[in-house]
Structure formats: structure tokens, C-alpha cells
């Protein structure tokens, strides 16, 4: 720690502004903010984006495959009934699979009636679930500071001052960074990260199609990387398509019909005819994973604290653990009468969630180098393997548990439970 550190750590705060401040305003911070409030604290978002854009139908094209736990966060907060549309998934096949091929005949196919808790997971669209954030943080009169950034933060032993790119100031016990893979917050806090460049970039829309997809999840592993074909409402599902980024990037600049043709013999005919469904966008891919997830009055959340491949769909599903563990942790201090940003407690979440994210970033990694190849040797034990785990029926179950995010120590809301 440098003098000029040290030197701040101990100017003393003495009036509050709010309890907590959240840096950024998409699904975690949104998320993160209702929990707090639901712990009883007074909480202010500060995010450079404005309201009015965040909940704009076309912000941005993903949708997400929430796993049982986060459908339990989000109901025990008051926001799942406000979702508009979400999709059961009921089934799920993995299978190898290469353009214009039948998928390998040696997959493995997940069922909802193997476990007693119902649909594996639920997609749901940004375009539904960010305004129904939003709406419930308004009703929850939660201070929203939009078009403004957290420009640099000084703490204290009492507080943290966290100045706003307006100029402006607050003070407050804690500061929580959902600012995103290149949290800016983390990187003035010193903290490093691990982590690497995938070459890879995901395409993702939205498609219509002729026959219905009886709420089955399809994950092909292609050459270049995966290809989910996830239902949604009606006859449309979600495509996120991953190819080589040079690759994805001359794929994007392609007309609507071009992109179809060389979408078409990836996606199959299945389905029946097919057709995009608004916009495309596009998401490179990397693994950042930082060293620690807390610093002086100061806690990392969501793509802040760890980025992974999205191969198994659990980006948003980790964040929202975090949230649901660092809430409960904040909470349960709170009423021990504990300083909520003194270093012991925010160590507890720090030891709860840090070694489960590494996990999830390495079994990520480790999945996609070995399926986002044409090596035959490899294509071969990994489809023997898929077959094998697909012949054991608990191995099977665990594995469709663990998607479910029904295994390990659960913080309470992602139970279902209040804090």
C-alpha cells in the first residue's frame, strides 16, 4: 500500500449520504440495489447510461438462461412475476456437431422430470427482464443517479467519499462496483486480474421458426465454438453462435440473407423454415477472473468480480449469487451492529463466492479448449464421454442439478428464503 494510500484510510467520514453505492446500472447493479433495500439499507445506482436507454427494447439482443436459484432471487425480490414471457426450458441436448452434418448420435440429453424441483432453467430476454428491474427499483424508491459515473473513490476507516464524474460527492459505508469485466473501480483499487482472450466472438439473435421447439435447449459444440439454440416465447428462439472472431466479424457484415445461409446448415432444418426475429449483435469472449473480489470499503460483483465463457450459460446466474450472498452477508451484519464495509465482513463474501467462480471460470475454459476443435482423437473421447455420462442416470441428475444452481451453500434468497 502506497503513502498517499494510507494517508486516506484514515480521513474520518462522518455523515452519510446513503449506506451503499452501486457503480452501474445494468441487471447486477439493479439486482444488487433491491436486495440491499430489502436488508433494510438506503442504497443510491450511479450509471453513465440514461434510464430511458437501458430500457429501450434494442439495448441489447441477449437473453438468458436463468437457472432455478436466480428464478428464487428474483421472486423472493418481487421481480419474477413482473417478467414478461419467460420460457421453461425442459429438456436440454449436447451433442458434437459440424455444418451441414447430423449431430453425433452419442449426446447427452438432460429432462426436467429427473429432478423434483420442475424446469431446469427459464429464458428470459433483456428486452423483458431490464425494464422489470427498473420498475421495481422505482417502486422501491431506490436513488438512481443516471448519466453520471463514479469517477474515483478515497476510504476511510468510518466511510468511503466516492466522487461522481459530475463533480458531485457521496458518502457512504461501502461502495459496490457491477461495472462490468473492465470495472474501472477494480483497476483503481490496484486489484489485478487473471485472465485471457478467447479469439472468439458470440453471435447472438433472435429467430422465428416454422415448427414448435417444445421448450428444448439445443447445444451443438461446432470447430469454432458452440452454437445454443435456446427457446423463447412462441416460435423463436435465442442463437448464440460462436465463431472465431475474425470469422464472426465478416459474418456479422453480411446482409440479413447471407447471414441466414451461412447460419442455415450450422442450425439445421429442424425447426422448419427460418428467419431472424430483430436485431444481431455481437459479444467478444474472454476469461477475467480478479485476484480478490474485495478491497478497503469496496466489493466487486457480477462481471466485475469474474467473466467466463458463456458454453454453459452461467454468466448472470454467478452474479446473482454474489448478490444473494454478499446481501446476506451485509444484512446479517448489519444486525450484529457491524461496520457492513470493515474488512472482516467483506471477507466473508470474498470466502463464499470466490473459490465457486474460480471453479465455474476453469470447468468453462477447460470445456471449451477441449470441445472448439476438429481434432478427431479429441472428438472421439469427448463424444464417448458425453454418451457415457448420458448412460448414468445420478451422474446425469448431478450434472442437471448443478445447471439448476441447486447445489452448494445457498444464500437464502437464491432459496427462495427473505434475507
Known amino acids: 500500500m502506497d503513502n498517499a494510500r494510507k494517508a486516506h484510510i484514515f480521513t474520518p467520514v462522518t455523515q452519510y449520504d446513503t449506506d451503499i453505492v452501486i457503480a452501474g446500472?445494468?441487471?447486477?447493479?439493479?439486482?444488487?440495489?433491491?436486495?440491499?433495500?430489502?436488508?433494510?439499507?438506503?442504497?443510491?445506482?450511479?450509471?453513465?447510461?440514461?434510464?430511458?436507454?437501458?430500457?429501450?427494447?434494442?439495448f441489447d439482443g441477449r437473453s438468458y438462461a436463468l437457472s432455478i436459484a436466480s428464478k428464487h432471487v428474483l421472486t423472493a425480490l418481487g421481480v419474477w412475476d413482473q417478467i414478461a414471457d419467460p420460457?421453461?426450458?425442459?429438456?436440454?441436448?449436447?451433442?458434437?456437431?459440424?455444418?451441414?452434418?447430423?449431430?453425433?448420435?452419442?449426446?447427452?440429453?438432460?429432462?426436467?422430470?429427473?429432478?423434483?424441483?420442475?424446469?431446469?432453467?427459464?429464458?428470459?430476454?433483456?428486452?423483458?427482464?431490464?425494464?422489470?428491474?427498473?420498475?421495481?427499483?422505482?417502486?422501491?424508491?431506490?436513488?438512481?443517479?443516471?448519466?453520471?459515473?463514479?469517477?474515483?473513490?478515497?476510504?476511510?476507516?468510518?466511510?468511503?467519499?466516492?466522487?461522481?464524474?459530475?463533480?458531485?460527492?457521496?458518502?457512504?459505508?461501502?461502495?459496490?462496483?457491477?461495472?462490468?469485466?473492465t470495472s474501472q473501480i477494480a483497476q483503481r483499487a490496484g486489484i489485478k486480474r487473471t485472465g485471457w482472450n478467447y479469439d472468439q466472438t458470440s453471435?447472438?439473435?433472435?429467430?422465428?421458426?416454422?415448427?414448435?421447439?417444445?421448450?428444448v435447449a439445443h447445444q451443438y459444440f461446432m470447430p469454432a465454438g458452440p452454437l445454443a439454440i435456446l427457446p423463447?416465447?412462441?416460435?423463436?428462439?435465442?442463437?448464440?453462435?460462436?465463431?472465431?472472431?475474425?470469422?464472426?466479424?465478416a459474418i456479422q457484415a453480411m446482409g440479413d440473407a447471407d447471414y441466414l445461409n451461412v447460419l442455415a446448415p450450422r442450425f439445421g432444418d429442424?425447426?422448419?423454415?427460418?428467419?431472424?426475429?430483430?436485431?444481431?449483435?455481437?459479444?467478444?469472449?474472454a476469461l477475467s477472473i480478479a485476484e480478490r473480489f474485495v478491497d478497503d470499503r469496496l466489493a466487486l460483483v457480477g462481471d466485475a468480480?469474474?467473466?467466463?465463457?458463456?458454453?454453459?450459460?452461467?454468466?448472470?446466474?454467478?452474479?446473482?449469487?454474489?448478490?444473494?450472498?454478499?446481501?446476506?452477508?451485509?444484512t446479517d451484519a448489519r444486525r450484529r451492529g457491524e461496520d457492513i464495509g470493515r474488512a472482516d465482513v467483506l471477507a466473508r463474501y470474498q470466502r463464499w463466492r470466490r473459490f465457486d467462480t474460480t471453479a465455474l471460470a476453469l470447468a468453462t475454459d477447460t470445456f471449451n479448449k477441449l470441445f472448439s476443435n476438429d481434432n478427431s482423437a479429441i472428438r472421439l473421447v469427448r463424444d464417448l464421454g458425453l454418451g457415457i455420462t448420458n448412460a448414468v442416470p445420478?451422474?446425469?441428475?448431478?450434472?442437471?442439478?448443478?445447471?439448476?444452481?441447486?447445489?452448494?451453500?445457498?444464500?437464502?434468497?437464491?432459496?427462495?428464503?427473505?434475507?
Not at 447486477?28 to 434510464?51: E, H, I, Q, R, S
Not at 453471435?203 to 421448450?215: F, G, Q, T
Not at 423463447?232 to 466479424?249: D, H, K, P, Q, Y
Request: charged share 20%; net charge positive.
Open 203 to 215: 453471435l447472438v439473435c433472435a429467430i422465428e421458426h416454422e415448427k414448435p421447439h417444445n421448450s
Open 232 to 249: 423463447l416465447a412462441g416460435n423463436r428462439v435465442s442463437i448464440v453462435w460462436t465463431e472465431r472472431s475474425n470469422n464472426a466479424a
Open 87 to 181: 420460457q421453461s426450458i425442459l429438456e436440454i441436448k449436447v451433442t458434437d456437431g459440424r455444418a451441414g452434418e447430423a449431430p453425433s448420435p452419442l449426446m447427452l440429453a438432460f429432462d426436467h422430470a429427473e429432478i423434483e424441483e420442475g424446469p431446469m432453467g427459464f429464458m428470459v430476454e433483456d428486452r423483458r427482464l431490464r425494464p422489470a428491474l427498473l420498475a421495481a427499483t422505482k417502486a422501491a424508491g431506490i436513488t438512481q443517479l443516471d448519466g453520471d459515473s463514479v469517477a474515483g473513490s478515497t476510504a476511510a476507516l468510518s466511510g468511503i467519499t466516492v466522487q461522481l464524474g459530475s463533480g458531485k460527492s457521496l458518502n457512504a459505508r461501502l461502495l459496490i462496483a457491477c461495472d462490468g469485466k
Open 25 to 58: 446500472g445494468g441487471l447486477n447493479g439493479l439486482t444488487m440495489a433491491l436486495a440491499l433495500t430489502a436488508g433494510g439499507f438506503a442504497v443510491t445506482v450511479v450509471d453513465p447510461v440514461k434510464k430511458k436507454t437501458r430500457a429501450n427494447a434494442k
Open 305 to 330: 468480480a469474474h467473466a467466463v465463457h458463456p458454453i454453459a450459460g452461467q454468466g448472470l446466474n454467478a452474479g446473482l449469487k454474489d448478490i444473494a450472498a454478499l446481501a446476506e452477508v451485509l
Open 270 to 285: 429442424f425447426l422448419g423454415d427460418i428467419k431472424l426475429a430483430g436485431d444481431r449483435f455481437t459479444y467478444p469472449l
Open 394 to 419: 445420478g451422474l446425469r441428475r448431478r450434472f442437471i442439478r448443478e445447471a439448476a444452481g441447486l447445489t452448494g451453500d445457498l444464500p437464502r434468497l437464491a432459496r427462495g428464503k427473505a434475507l
